[in-house]
């Protein structure tokens, strides 16, 4: 999926019609040109619970990062290239206490998106 229209209906699409997900909304976007892009979702959750897709779009290349917060950040997934020891480089997870782990997300936000819904859903059964 590589068009801005595609990849941004598709992962809204997934929020929308999680159980967890309440109100969706686009909360920034920008097409440099059709084959570059940016744009940021967000959906409220249960008990004050946010949660962020942020995706970067360049020529193929896809930045991606999930977050769920609240007024503090409390889990996120990202593919920033900097922790270069971790055997998933460059896909990590910074876990409640702000430790960066090893993630199992390949880059393919729709597929994605549904894995890291599953540990939100897993992480907010615990608190």
């Known amino acids: 999926m590589s068009s801005l229209p595609a990849l941004l209906g ?9 159980s967890l997900c309440r109100k969706v909304r686009v909360v ?3 097409e440099l040109s059709t084959d570059q892009f940016y744009f940021k979702i967000r959906a409220d959750l249960p008990r004050d619970n946010k949660f962020q897709v942020r995706i970067y779009y360049n020529q193929g290349h896809i930045d991606y990062a999930y ?14 290239e900097e922790f270069h020891p971790l055997p998933t480089y460059p896909h990590h997870y910074h876990d409640e206490q702000g430790n960066v782990k090893p993630s199992l997300l390949t880059g393919d936000p ?4 549904e894995a890291v819904l599953q540990e939100v859903v897993s992480f907010l059964a615990r608190s």
């Open 10 to 18: 598709n992962l809204m699409t997934i929020l929308q019609t999680h």
């Open 28 to 30: 920034e976007i920008k």
């Open 67 to 80: 977050q769920l917060f609240t007024d503090v950040p409390l889990l996120r997934w990202d593919n920033k």
């Open 110 to 113: 729709s597929r994605d998106l």
